[in-house]
C-alpha cells in the first residue's frame, strides 16, 4: 500500500490511541479521523467491533490493510514513513533495541500496569510474562538514566509509544515518578506534535462530555 494513501485512525481523546495520533503527527502522515466517543460506548457498537473484535483502539486502515494493537500500528507506520527517521533501518545496529522496547512495552510494561493498577498480584515469578513490576521498571529507568531516548541520542517512534504512556501511568499514579521519567516525559511530550494532539483531544473530549 502507497504511502500516499491516506490512513483512517479509529481514536478516542485522551485513551491510548493519542499516542498514535501523535506519531502520525511526527510522521506528517496523511490521515483521517474517525472519532469514537467512549463515554456513549461506540467502542462496543457492531460497526466498530467490525474493525476491532476487541472494541479497543487504535485501530488504523490503509487501503484495505486493517492494523490494530498499538506496538503493531506503531512499526506499521514508522516503517510506512522511513524518511522521517523515526524507524531505524534494517541494517542498522539499533533496529535490535527498537524492537525489543516495543516488545517490552506490550509484552512486560502493559501486564505489569495493569496488574498494578488493579492491584492483582502477578503469576509466579517464572511463570509471570514480566517478572515483577519493580524489575519491569527498573529497566525502564536504567535505560533513561544512561540516555535521553530509548535508543540512545536518537527520538524514535518507540519514544513516541513509551513517552506517551508514562505521560498518562505516571499522571493516573500508577508508575512512580522518578527523576529520569519525569524528565523523560518533560523532553517526549513537549514536542510540537504531542502538543497538538493533547489540545485536539481536550475538544473532542469536551465535546464527548457535552454529548
Ligand atoms: N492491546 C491493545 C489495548 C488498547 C486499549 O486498551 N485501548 C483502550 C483505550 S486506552 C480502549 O480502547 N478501551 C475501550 C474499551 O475497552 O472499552 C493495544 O495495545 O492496542
Not at 483502539?57 to 490494530?68: N, S, Y
Not at 500508577?174 to 519525569?182: K, S
Amino acid at each position: 500500500m502507497a504511502a500516499g494513501t491516506k490512513i483512517v485512525l479509529f481514536h478516542s481523546p485522551n485513551t491510548r490511541s493519542s499516542g498514535t495520533l501523535t506519531l502520525l503527527e511526527e510522521l506528517g502522515a496523511p490521515y483521517e479521523l474517525r472519532v469514537l466517543n467512549m463515554r456513549a460506548g461506540e467502542q462496543r457498537k457492531p460497526e466498530f467491533l467490525a474493525i476491532n473484535p476487541m472494541g479497543k483502539v487504535p485501530a488504523i486502515l490503509h487501503g484495505d490493510v486493517l492494523v490494530t494493537e498499538q506496538v503493531a500500528v506503531y512499526l506499521y507506520l514508522a516503517d510506512l514513513f522511513p524518511g522521517a527517521g523515526l524507524t531505524p533501518n534494517l541494517d542498522d545496529p539499533r533496529r535490535g533495541p527498537y524492537l525489543r522496547w516495543m516488545a517490552f512495552y506490550a509484552g512486560c510494561f502493559e501486564p505489569a500496569l495493569v496488574d498494578r493498577a488493579t492491584k492483582r498480584d502477578p503469576a509466579p515469578l517464572a511463570m509471570s510474562p514480566y517478572g515483577t513490576f519493580d524489575t519491569v521498571m527498573a529497566t525502564v529507568n536504567a535505560q533513561l538514566r544512561a540516555a535521553p531516548y530509548l535508543l540512545g541520542d536518537t527520538f524514535s517512534a518507540a519514544d513516541v509509544l513509551w513517552g506517551s504512556a508514562l505521560h498518562w501511568t505516571t499522571a493516573f499514579g500508577v508508575v512512580p515518578v522518578t527523576p529520569e521519567i519525569e524528565a523523560y516525559i518533560e523532553r517526549t511530550t513537549t514536542r510540537p506534535a504531542a502538543v497538538r494532539v493533547r489540545e485536539q483531544d481536550a475538544v473532542l473530549a469536551a465535546g464527548h462530555a457535552a454529548a
